[in-house]
């Protein structure tokens, strides 16, 4: 099958056998069950962003595009009379769907640092002033534009404003990514503009099959030179990119419309659409190039979350929403995913990423960071609001992942057992995004195999 790719993977020690039993046996069914805890299954996302880059977008009018966010009514003696039983109960009771919990409903870092202290401690504290109740409003202001601008130079994605009344909650399992329809001149220019304007990609050398390029014929060969030549940092950047874009095609592949009624829709895997987009000869030798940029994506996103252990491991760390024991089941079994992801045999050596000349990396890596927030905020861009939801998504994951791999002194620093607030933070928005945009990529290796025995069965 043209889908079993196999043996080593480019810049890494890796062979994909390997991560397809690894993916397919330990991880996928802990990453299922995880996912669909309140906690991870809310996200909140301001899709009203306007495109930064261009004003002449059509408004999307596809009816599979369109995203259902959550009711914002909230009823909260009822919902902590429902906690209270949930506590009671414990994890037999799942949120009504697209109910958003009240725990949830604030924001950001605290509710994950404080759950153990309490949420109205961690109020008082906020409206005392954490900082010092004795500075003036403009010196409070000036720090924290300040702290603002030290998380943002960590950071390798825009990430919304949580705050904003324009973000809204959404429920993933409400809205899941799968083919949607969008196609056509407007999909090829945010995939176009990414790859030729945000891959380090000079305009003299062709993508192959590239259906924007006047001279659609070239065969890939000065572009695999070009590829080939490049550094290791900027050939990774194309392949994490090239990584995501074959993985959201082979989610649509896998969850295609494949028939619709008055009463039903049907969707399921549909070969011939994968086919298409993977088989070695109708791709002339791309498809399977880009399965094994999924792979490499694989790999660096499970060694994000090897290497972030720690900081979910601090007793401070409460995966919060308000309903305690639920809560300390998915913590468990957070940390479960975490050791198995910790125990994967070959992970991707990101020590040689940025470690030439230190003047010349640091460079690198503040170019790689810049593009990389380009590629975020494009996804404002993208018409079609349920493929907008999903490629904010998994940007952002993939954004939390690289930092995490390149904030590795700020990790091994955190405190270990006080509640006192490490250097290094993630935001609820980062932790979601990051688990989610891991669970779409090991989706992907999973529905692989699914293919890879539905063709076989095909040729029977
Ligand atoms: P495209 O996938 O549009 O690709 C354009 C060109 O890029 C190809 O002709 C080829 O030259 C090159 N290319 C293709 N794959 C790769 C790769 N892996 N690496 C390098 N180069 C490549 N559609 C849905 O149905 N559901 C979704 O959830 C969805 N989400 C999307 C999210 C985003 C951010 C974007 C931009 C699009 C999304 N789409 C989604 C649309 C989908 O990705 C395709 O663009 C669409 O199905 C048209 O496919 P195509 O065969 O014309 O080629």
Same mark, same amino acid.
């Given at each position: 099958c043209f889908c079993q790719v196999t043996g080593t993977l480019d810049d890494c020690a890796c062979d994909v056998e390997t991560i397809d039993s690894f993916n397919n046996k330990e991880i996928f069914p802990k990453l299922q069950k995880l996912l669909s805890s309140d906690y991870f299954r809310f996200y909140k996302v301001n899709l009203n962003n306007p495109c930064p880059f261009w004003t002449d977008h059509s408004q999307c009018g596809l009816k599979y595009c369109a995203v259902k966010p959550c009711t914002e009514v909230s009823f909260s003696k009822c919902i902590r009379l429902r906690n209270f039983i949930c506590d009671f109960i414990g994890s037999l009771c799942v949120s009504i769907q697209g109910e958003v919990p009240e725990g949830l409903k604030s924001s950001s870092y605290k509710y994950s640092e404080a759950a153990s202290q309490d949420i109205e401690e961690c109020e008082k504290a906020e409206k005392l002033g954490a900082v010092d109740g004795s500075l003036s409003d403009e010196t409070r202001q000036a720090l924290q534009e300040w702290k603002k601008h030290d998380d943002e130079s960590d950071r390798f994605c825009m990430?919304?404003?949580?705050?904003?009344?324009?973000?809204?909650?959404?429920?993933?399992?409400?809205?899941?990514?799968?083919?949607?329809?969008?196609?056509?001149?407007?999909?090829?220019?945010?995939?176009?503009?990414?790859?030729?304007?945000?891959?380090?990609?000079?305009?003299?050398?062709?993508?192959?099959?590239?259906?924007?390029?006047?001279?659609?014929?070239?065969d890939g060969q000065g572009f695999y030179r070009w590829l080939e030549g490049l550094c290791v940092e900027k050939r990774a950047f194309f392949r994490l990119v090239s990584g995501l874009h074959a993985s959201i095609n082979t989610h649509l592949s896998a969850r295609y419309l494949l028939d619709e009624n008055w009463f039903e829709m049907k969707w399921g895997h549909n070969v011939s659409e994968f086919q298409q987009r993977f088989d070695e000869e109708l791709t002339e030798g791309e498809g399977p190039k880009r399965l094994r940029n999924l792979y490499f994506l694989y790999l660096i996103e499970l060694r994000a979350l090897?290497?972030?252990?720690?900081?979910?491991?601090?007793?401070?760390?409460?995966?919060?929403?308000?309903?305690?024991?639920?809560?300390?089941?998915?913590?468990?079994?957070?940390?479960?995913?975490?050791?198995?992801?910790?125990?994967?045999? %070959?992970?991707?050596?990101?020590?040689? *990423? !940025?470690?030439?000349?230190?003047? #010349? @990396? =640091?460079?690198?890596?503040?170019?790689?960071?810049?593009?990389?927030?380009?590629?975020?905020?494009?996804?404002?861009?993208?018409?079609?609001?349920?493929?907008?939801?999903?490629?904010?998504?998994?940007?952002?994951? %993939?954004?939390?992942?690289?930092?995490? *791999? !390149?904030?590795?002194?700020?990790? #091994? @620093? =955190?405190?270990?057992?006080?509640?006192?607030?490490?250097?290094?933070?993630?935001?609820?928005?980062?932790?979601?995004?990051?688990?989610?945009?891991?669970?779409?990529?090991?989706?992907s290796v999973r529905e692989l195999e699914n293919f890879r025995s539905l063709l076989s069965n095909l040729k029977q």
């Open positions: 990430l919304d404003d949580e705050d904003s009344p324009k973000s809204q909650y959404v429920d993933l399992l409400l809205n899941p990514e799968r083919f949607t329809g969008y196609k056509g001149p407007e999909a090829w220019r945010i995939w176009n503009s990414i790859y030729e304007e945000n891959c380090f990609k000079p305009y003299s050398v062709k993508r192959p099959l590239n259906p924007l390029a006047s001279n659609s014929g070239d090897a290497k972030i252990l720690p900081y979910f491991e601090r007793p401070a760390f409460h995966l919060y929403t308000g309903q305690r024991t639920q809560d300390n089941e998915n913590k468990k079994l957070l940390l479960e995913l975490l050791h198995v992801a910790k125990s994967f045999p %070959l992970h991707f050596d990101e020590t040689a *990423l !940025f470690a030439g000349n230190k003047k #010349e @990396a =640091m460079k690198l890596k503040e170019d790689f960071k810049m593009t990389f927030k380009n590629i975020s905020r494009i996804m404002d861009c993208v018409e079609c609001f349920k493929c907008r939801l999903w490629g904010k998504l998994q940007t952002q994951g %993939l954004g939390t992942a690289l930092k995490i *791999l !390149f904030s590795e002194r700020q990790i #091994e @620093a =955190m405190p270990n057992m006080s509640n006192t607030n490490p250097s290094f933070q993630l935001s609820r928005q980062e932790i979601v995004s990051l688990f989610n945009a891991f669970g779409r990529i090991s989706t």
